[in-house]
């Protein structure tokens, strides 16, 4: 059984703060469409390990753009979450040295509304939401490079939701599965690592769920201003909103740390 819970971060009006401050830097908003669904309204601000570290170069790139940015704007929210993590987990820090902790948006941009054939909401129809697990911290050999007890097994997870839709938002997870860990980190090219990485018991798990289906998932609802936590490699769906209104959007804050040498290390 995989840790969950939820903290209480910041108050509404905080939230909209941050809301604000996310329009105010659209022009820096990432599409992450894919070829299949161009027109899927899904955008990060930041630069992202699951998304951005092949070829390895182009996380690095980004990285050296967006980190002074988000520190401008975010520092103050940054500080806010640190310090939820050290009063809840122990020691933390946004790790700089890799791409600070970022947001995913879905949804309209500030000044513009969804209409009927729009795509955002998360459901097995759009490619926003396969059933998966996060193992971000392995497209990184800077770990092995500068700490020396690395905590490869307990791997943190957050989303602090920023802006959700009418109806919600949430994750599904599964009760009945069985705990999935990596092997141990050893040699490997930086930003290749992905599925292969696992265990063969473990690939066909995540085949079971994919292509069989996994039923009877266990809905885990955000709530505005909670930071979500989950310890471990959970298998996890974000859950569809359902239906949409024409201002409905997703947004939230994504963290990932890795505690090395007795410290949260926390980017994105």
């Known amino acids: 059984m995989y840790t969950y819970g939820q903290i209480e971060c910041l108050t509404h009006e905080q939230a909209e703060l941050v809301a604000k401050q996310i329009d105010q830097l659209q022009q820096y908003w990432i599409p992450r469409g894919t070829s299949q669904y161009p027109d899927v309204h899904m955008y990060t601000l930041g630069v992202a390990s699951y998304i951005d570290c092949k070829p390895y170069q182009k996380y690095t790139d980004g990285k050296s753009i967006f980190n002074p940015i988000l520190l401008n704007s975010f520092d103050w929210l940054y500080n806010i979450v640190v310090q939820k993590i050290i009063e809840n987990f122990g020691p933390a820090e946004v790790f700089d040295i890799l791409a600070v902790p970022g947001f995913h948006v879905m949804g309209h941009k500030p000044n513009a509304t969804l209409i009927p054939q729009d795509k955002y909401q998360c459901s097995d129809?759009?490619?926003?939401?396969?059933?998966?697990i996060d193992y971000p911290q392995y497209e990184h050999k800077i770990w092995i490079e500068q700490f020396q007890d690395i905590d490869w097994d307990n791997p943190l997870t957050l989303t602090l939701p920023i802006?959700?839709?009418h109806n919600g938002g949430g994750l599904y997870t599964w009760l009945n599965q069985e705990p999935l860990k990596k092997h141990a980190y050893s040699n490997f090219t930086e930003g290749?690592?992905?599925a292969l990485g696992w265990d063969s018991n473990t690939q066909i798990t995540l085949r079971n769920i994919q292509y069989k289906e996994m039923h009877n998932p266990f809905l885990r609802l955000y709530q505005l201003g909670k930071l979500s936590y989950a310890f471990g490699f959970p298998i996890h769906q974000i859950?569809?909103?359902g239906s949409l209104l024409p201002d409905d959007r997703r947004i939230t804050l994504q963290v990932h740390g890795l505690k090395c040498d007795g410290i949260w290390r926390l980017f994105f």
């Open 192 to 194: 290749t690592v992905g």
């Open 163 to 165: 802006e959700l839709p």
């Open 239 to 241: 859950c569809e909103g």
């Open 125 to 132: 129809k759009y490619p926003c939401t396969s059933i998966h």
